[in-house]
């Protein structure tokens, strides 16, 4: 317990008077602080504001041990009083045949038990090395660390805040890398459907050259409509025709000349959807339930769909595994199994080939890498004698291939490795 502070932490209610129970010589030696803020030093208000307030504070009465402050702190706030003895000057400089009193002893005295309280309380808030030989910051928070410079500084907040905020925009590069990666052909053959040029056709990823893009469809219609207009006569027809290449999806847009841009982009009844050389440019991208020109399927369908006709598989499938269910040992295509069935295999592989050789030993082994019981024909070798050492299961012994084996005792060492 500190014997020249006294705390009022997170107090209960507004107050306005606050006691403390230590002495003081005078009263210019006492101190008090709202939220870590001084308001009362040298016997006097500092005038400094504290959330909003600016306190007046003074002793409740000449001498006491009170400390009265207006307007009273707020509920929640933290006041602190503590005792700062002056050590400037002595407070009693006794000189040759002077009357020794009680008075001064006890004034010199107090000045320095004063000091060592303080010093003791100030110490014992401090962050020092504990028993264990670390700093204890005793749940205090440590302000104004600077920008650390060698590796093994402190580091501040703000500095930790950048670390954290780099951190996450490489992550952001990594992520959209990914997203690039999985994406692959999809977001190009997309863009040729939607925008390809005007009276361009374009190679999709697969190689097939198809249709105009929905643009070309777009433009085309609006062509129609700037037609239109000049001239009086057929302006309704034209306007009728622009309309129609624009919105129309039950049907050619014009007779026999073509589907309108809707038609294209999101689908129609008349011979966009699901025909043999079509398909809209939403089916392509989406459709997951059946193919879209009645051959092919659509680029989420490639990457992550899993409809049976789709033969060649989906990329999520030859990642995790084929079927519906993306089933690890379901074949993708054909006899042809996902990367996860050929990742466990090879790790099986690893495991089998683990437990037939044991790797460089000082000893003969007694159990394999694994801990199960050794099989015939293990083998290890033995780093301390440097030879290699085969295991008989019917003897339980291990015998050593000296340099110098027959040609076919090592071909035959090959083979069962």
């Keep these: 317990m500190a014997d020249s502070i006294v705390t009022f932490p997170s107090i209960g209610t507004a107050t306005a008077s606050f ?26 208000s500092t005038g400094t504001a504290v959330g909003g307030n600016t306190y007046t504070v003074a002793f409740s009465s000449s001498g ?10 707020p509920q929640g706030s933290t006041v602190r009083i503590e005792r700062n003895t002056d050590l400037t000057s002595k407070s009693v400089d006794f000189s040759d045949g002077a009357v020794l009193t009680e008075v001064a002893l006890d004034s010199a005295i107090d000045q320095l038990f004063f000091a060592v309280q303080e010093s003791n309380d100030k110490t ?31 580091a501040n907040k703000a500095y930790a805040d950048g670390i954290s905020t780099n ?23 997309a863009t040729k459907l939607a925008i390809h040029p005007v009276g361009s056709q374009y190679t999709l990823s697969d190689g097939s050259t198809t249709d105009y893009s929905a643009k070309h469809y777009q433009d085309a219609a609006s062509t129609s ?13 034209s306007e009728t025709n622009a309309q129609n290449w624009a919105v129309k999806t039950d049907g050619y847009a014009e007779s026999n000349l073509g589907y309108s841009a809707k038609a294209w982009a999101i689908g129609d009844t008349g011979g966009v959807s699901n025909t043999a050389g079509a398909g809209n440019a939403k089916d392509w991208a989406t459709e997951t339930t059946t193919t879209v020109d ?52 090879a790790g099986s592989h690893f495991d089998s080939f683990d437990d037939k050789f044991l790797g460089a030993k ?9 801990n199960n019981a050794l099989i015939d024909g293990a083998l290890y070798y033995d780093n301390v004698g440097k030879y290699l050492s085969v295991y008989d299961l019917g003897t339980t012994s291990w015998n050593p291939i000296q340099a110098g084996a027959s040609a076919g005792f090592a071909i035959a060492m090959a083979i069962a490795l």
């Design 19 to 44: 006691a403390f129970s230590f002495d003081y010589l005078v009263a210019t030696d006492i101190d008090a602080f709202v939220e870590g803020v001084a308001v009362f030093a040298n016997n006097a």
């Design 167 to 189: 951190a996450a925009a490489a992550a952001v590069i990594a992520a959209n890398a990914a997203v690039t990666a999985a994406t692959g052909n999809i977001i190009p053959d």
């Design 64 to 73: 006491s041990k009170t400390l009265t402050f207006s307007p009273a702190v």
């Design 225 to 237: 409509a700037t037609n239109a207009a000049t001239s009086e006569t057929n302006a309704g027809t």
């Design 294 to 345: 009645g051959s092919e399927f659509s680029a989420k369908e490639y990457s992550i769909g899993n409809q049976p006709a789709n033969t060649s598989g989906s990329a999520k499938q030859w990642a995790l595994g084929g079927g519906a269910g993306f089933t690890t040992n379901t074949a993708v295509e054909g006899t042809s199994m996902s990367a996860k069935y050929y990742a466990e295999l």
């Design 362 to 370: 000082s000893s003969p082994p007694a159990l394999d890498n694994d």
């Design 124 to 154: 014992a808030e401090s962050i020092a090395v504990q028993a264990d030989g670390k700093f204890d910051a005793q749940n205090a928070i440590i302000k104004n660390v600077p920008t650390p410079i060698n590796a093994t500084d402190a």
